[in-house]
């Protein structure tokens, strides 16, 4: 795709009404908060169901799990609700086979559990001193939930620290361009914020080919077979899919443990409680698949080319996988969630955002007990693909 052209005048959306493209207003404050509930009234008109401007949406467990992992579903050649605006060459998370079998197994390497086992007392390091610096009254999203996924990815990648808050804004917009449904205005700024964070990694790729060190960024630029656009595409990637969930992550589960009254179980059995609040209130809300050929989903045709969106939050929430769905229950055992997908798709960095999320619950639990919610509706980013907070603010009770 190419650049996005400035708007002249006023910015127009880029669909008239999305209730006719989605079946929901994702810009509805209350959708912002609670998007579960919605998420039940679609679930009731069917497993798969189109829209008025007719989007396949898949809503059931099965559904969503098949259009993951079916060879015959992919990212098809375009975006149709989501990816990248700005970036001619995209990322292997936009690619098909054999494009994205390539560019994948070159980082792939990187992020084995063996590899991420090896960052554990970095991890731990970080997360003790991000929580002894916390105030009284904090911000939990820029005060740890932020900056601890931030800092791993960055040193994984060999960027210096000073440049970490640099990231922050264009990684917002990057986040918010997942996003179908952007007007003008908001796909120039995606593109902007693309074309700025693949200058900066132009720059410092330069300097790892001269004076290369232990990190991927200096691994990435020895290796011939990778084209400079999709070495740039590829760190930008790593470094924004390697912090934005995992921030939602970390504040959505502290949300889920306070309001429940159940902090002390994240230092009793953190990778259980991790697990729960992947299913329970998911990073990434929402993905979508295109069909390659001809293919039948749920007993519905689905012609080649056609989208299907999976809402990754319901399928999480179907009560034939897991009983009682809408109840946090950390002494579940919910492994067949979504929340990192299925298929050649599945997220790469999973057993990192595993770790981090264990760590930083676990280790928050431990040294401050009597954290209380300051806010007890707080704030949520307007983002559809990736739900997390804007903010949450705390007392810090040691």
Known sequence: MSDPKEPSGAPEPAVSDPVDILGFDP??????????ARYRELSA????????????VATTHELCATLLRDPRFGRGSGRPTGGEPGQPTPSFLWLDPPDHTRLRALVSRAFTPRMIERLRPRVEAITASLIRELPEEADLVSGLAYPLPVMVISEMLGVPQEDHERFRGWSEKLARGLDPMLTADLLSETGRARREFGDYFRELAAIRRERPGDDLLSALTAVRELTEAELLATC????VAGHETTVNLIANGVLALLRHGLLPHAAERPGQVVEEVLRYDPPVQLTSRVALEDVTLGGTPVPAGAPVMAVIGAANRDPAVFPDPGRFDVTRSPERHLAFGLGIHFCLGATLARMEGEIALSALASAVPGLELADPDPPYKENLVLRGLASLPVRVKR
């Open 236 to 239: 930008v990637l790593l470094l």
């Open 45 to 56: 008109r069917g497993a798969l169901f189109r829209t008025r401007a007719g989007l396949l």
């Open 27 to 36: 810009f509805d404050r209350e959708f912002l908060r609670d998007p579960y």
